[in-house]
Nanobody
Framework: QVQLVESGGGLVQAGGSLTLSCAASGRIASINAMGWYRQAPGKQRHSVAITTSGGRKNYADSVKGRFTISRDNAKGTVSLQMNSLKPEDTAVYYC??????????WGQGTQVTVSS
């Protein structure tokens, strides 16, 4: 079992930057992909950025060129550098991990608010 703890959310003005961090504990060797989802009020949760243990990275179209995901497999950490933030990036951001067998783990979420 894997536990995930996020940090780094907050309030920022449009055009600003934030970095989210996530630390995994437990069976971190069992993690395949890690990344970030977000959920805005009244909307479904969807993927923002995902990276596999092999280093492949996928980004939502809405964040390409602005967000960068990075991961340290040995430490079980993943971070999301968010630049040029927009009000529509406002959401609760969740750290996510999945094992090769499809077992998912979620963090508790961290709020990101971008003011216009």
């Amino acid at each position: 079992q894997v536990q995930l703890v996020e940090s780094g959310g907050g309030l920022v003005q449009a055009g600003g930057s934030l970095t989210l961090s996530c630390a995994a504990s437990g069976r971190i060797a069992s993690i395949n992909a890690m990344g970030w989802y977000r959920q805005a009020p009244g909307k479904q949760r969807h993927s923002v950025a995902i990276t596999t243990s092999g280093g492949r990275k996928n980004y939502a179209d809405s964040v390409k060129g602005r967000f960068t995901i990075s991961r340290d497999n040995a430490k079980g950490t993943v971070s999301l550098q968010m630049n040029s933030l927009k009000p529509e990036d406002t959401a609760v951001y969740y750290c996510y991990a999945i094992s090769p067998f499809g077992v998912e783990s979620w963090g508790q979420g961290t709020q990101v608010t971008v003011s216009s």
